[in-house]
């Protein structure tokens, strides 16, 4: 095994041995003096130094059991990497499970100076500046909903993608080297909460809006421009949500909107969405609230929004034909709007791609079970979780089995004939995930627990389906959960993980603003067991997408000269060019850096520019080391870039200010590292 322990006699015993041992002595007690039923591994000196440790913390066999179970050494690979959304801090959080450990922060919407991610590295500043919305340069995000990119259905572990509910838009994310590929701003849309949901073969990332736009009718809707006055009656006429399908090339990592498509919806609140495989290939849903209307205003004499919003004991599950839709789209029958192509509401009724069918009010979570013929809703303000057949549905649209029409003439399904069942599962579901067994769990908000229940054939065969089998206390107020691999049709099962919107008294106290709280649960065994609570300090996170480390094949070192937004050789390698010259470039003077970096030299080391240059360094890491990263900061000039080994960055800054400013590498990178410096030299003019 490699490490070794010793035992109490002076013998050396492998690491699997030790923890057998250590097992083995909870299971008869030890000198804690207790049992732990649940281990069945035989009998054997429990080490005095174990003993002892647990006495003194005055552990409990559960704290002892999520410890081994929970514990990866230094050198080891957990068995899952989990994606999480990094909520207002406009991130993605990468970490490890069992472990929980925190491997990466990816920087997606919001500057992030560790990486020089916004601080003057042209790629990720255009990138910034590309999803910015026409109106202002974007800083800030709400990164809600991760999907990772399908073949065939199974995540591939390839591409992820992250939606920015604040602004509406949508990232590609490289997992062979976890960065930011390309932003763009979704058009139409001034919201999204439909996170971000692949197509089997990741064709199309889509996504539902959350609240409506108000749109110039024919035109839509453009930040900045659009304006209709806010009254009931405009927001009824005038204010739309839409269904988005970014076209995505795997080859580019870029986003294609001349290829992309939106259907435009009513102006109720879409929410989480999903597109299906199996029986339900071709089929995409989002869920929906405020079927009412509501537009809020109490100091109008209005009831307050959450209030009006939540009047109609049903609201609208939307079942969408993309596959027809895209058929749509080019036959020519969508209208261009502001970049994309706009199937309208009145082209998607008549040519029979939108449906509705009631779903109980204001639902959230929008997933589907293993084999693909499930959707599966829930409650939020009813305490089931509803269960719809694919089958079910198809069979009757294709009957025109209608209870009649929405005020917009959308046809609505009859809710007996597309249920297959309804299960009560406490107070405030929001969230379904699937294990491997035929298992649903659901996050229940207000009741503060996940709920375990079986699903129906062929998902599960056994004699109780669509029933509840398990519960487990939360702390506290979970919101949404993730288990390996779940909404595919080969989910993993053995762990779930419970993102927790508040934590009250799991950690100490850090001022009024608390920690958000992970909870790892096993899920291997007939009843759930709690292994770890994990602090998360950084935003407030929402949803997460649990894969397989195994199918994730990331780069550990770029090759030689490598421009990352390609994955290209940059100009400065292929040209070979360490130096500096100074330049016209139309009506501006430039100084172009050629520059290298290696342990513990920066070349050049003096750079002399005038006053009101554009200056543009070229950077090349030379490291072929894994891990051997360098960074270039500029004092009081706000510029910072990370260099990876391989890597080719460039920034660029204007040099407004006179003086002589120290550059150096911010990485700590060998003992000389504080003597990888140089010098700014900007003459006045």
Not at 85 to 95: I, N
Not at 469 to 498: C, F, M, Q, W
Request: with cysteine; aromatic share 10%; hydrophobic share 35%.
């Amino acid at each position: 095994m490699g490490v070794v322990k010793k035992s109490d006699n002076g013998k050396k015993v492998s690491r699997r041995k030790f923890i057998a041992a250590t097992i083995g002595g909870l299971a008869v007690g030890g000198a804690a003096g207790f049992t732990l039923s649940r281990l069945t591994a035989p009998a054997a000196p429990f080490p005095r130094e174990i003993q002892d440790v647990i006495s003194e913390r005055k552990l409990e066999p559960d704290h002892v059991y999520g410890a081994l179970k929970t514990y990866v050494p230094g050198g080891w690979q957990d068995e899952f990497i989990m994606f999480s959304s990094g909520g207002h801090s406009g991130q993605v959080l990468v970490f490890g499970i069992p472990s929980m450990k925190l491997y990466r922060v990816i920087a997606v919407f919001t500057p992030e100076p560790w990486q020089g991610y916004g601080y003057g590295d042209v790629k990720t500043m255009k990138l910034l500046e590309k999803g910015s919305n026409g109106i202002r340069f974007l800083t800030l995000g709400d990164t809600h909903h991760p999907e990772i990119s399908r073949t065939n259905a199974e995540f591939d572990g390839e591409w992820l993608f992250i939606g920015d509910k604040l602004n509406a838009r949508k990232a590609s994310i490289s997992l062979k080297d976890f960065e930011t590929k390309d932003i763009v701003k979704i058009p139409n849309t001034q919201t999204q909460h439909g996170g971000a949901c692949a197509s089997p073969n990741t064709e199309y990332v889509s996504c539902g809006s959350q609240f409506p736009a108000p749109w110039e009718p024919g035109r839509g809707y453009k930040p900045g421009v659009t304006y209709v006055q806010l009254t009931e009656t405009n927001y009824q006429e005038y204010f739309r949500g839409t269904m988005t399908f970014l076209r995505f090339d795997r080859r580019t990592g870029k986003f294609d909107l001349a290829n992309s498509f939106q259907i435009e919806l009513p102006p109720y609140m879409q929410d989480l969405e999903i597109i299906g495989w199996g029986p339900s290939d071709g089929w995409a849903f989002t869920n929906s609230i405020n079927t009412e209307m509501a537009i809020g205003g109490v100091l109008e004499g209005r009831p307050p929004l959450e209030v009006a919003a939540s009047q109609n004991d049903f609201d609208y599950l939307h079942i969408v034909n993309w596959k027809k839709a895209e058929e749509i789209v080019r036959a020519g029958k969508a209208k261009e709007m502001n970049g994309i192509k706009v199937i309208t509401l009145d082209t998607a009724i008549k040519e029979g791609i939108l449906f509705f069918a009631p779903e109980p009010k204001s639902p959230h979570g929008c997933d589907i079970s293993p084999s693909g013929r499930y959707i599966v809703i829930g409650g939020k303000l009813d305490p089931q979780v509803t269960i719809y057949d694919i089958e079910k549905i198809k069979e009757a649209i294709a009957d025109q089995r209608f209870q009649g029409e929405d005020p917009y003439g959308v046809p609505i399904l009859r809710f007996e004939d597309v249920k297959a069942a309804q299960i009560e599962v406490g107070l405030g579901p929001l969230h379904d995930e699937f294990d491997d067994k035929g298992h649903g769990y659901v996050s229940c908000f207000i009741s503060n627990e996940v709920v375990k229940y079986t699903l129906g054939p062929p998902d599960y065969t056994g004699d109780k389906p669509f029933q509840v089998v398990d519960r487990i206390p939360i702390h506290y107020n979970i919101g949404h959960l993730a288990t390996p691999e779940s909404n595919s049709p080969s989910p993993k099962g053995k762990y779930l993980v419970a993102l927790n919107k508040w934590s009250v008294d799991r950690f100490p106290n850090v001022g009024p603003l608390l920690p958000q709280n992970f909870q790892l649960i096993d899920i291997s065994g007939e009843k759930m067991r709690l292994l770890y609570d994990c602090p998360i300090g950084l935003g407030e996170p929402h949803y997460a997408k649990i894969i397989s480390i195994e199918k994730l094949k990331p780069l550990e070192v770029y090759e030689m000269g490598t421009d990352p937004e390609t994955f290209s050789k940059h100009p400065q390698y292929v040209e070979g060019k360490v130096g500096y010259e100074r330049k016209k470039e139309g009506d501006r003077w430039v100084t172009e850096v050629w520059m290298t970096l290696i342990r513990s030299t920066i070349t050049p080391d003096i750079i002399r520019c005038k006053q009101g240059d554009l200056v543009r360094i070229h950077m090349t890491n030379i490291e072929t080391t894994k891990d051997a990263t360098h960074a270039f900061a500029v004092a009081e000039y706000n510029v910072m870039a990370s260099i990876e080994p391989g890597e080719t960055a460039t920034v660029e800054f204007v040099a407004d200010k006179p003086g002589v400013f120290a550059y150096y590498c911010v990485e700590f990178c060998s003992p000389l590292h504080l003597e990888m410096a140089g010098w700014l030299e900007v003459e006045p003019v």
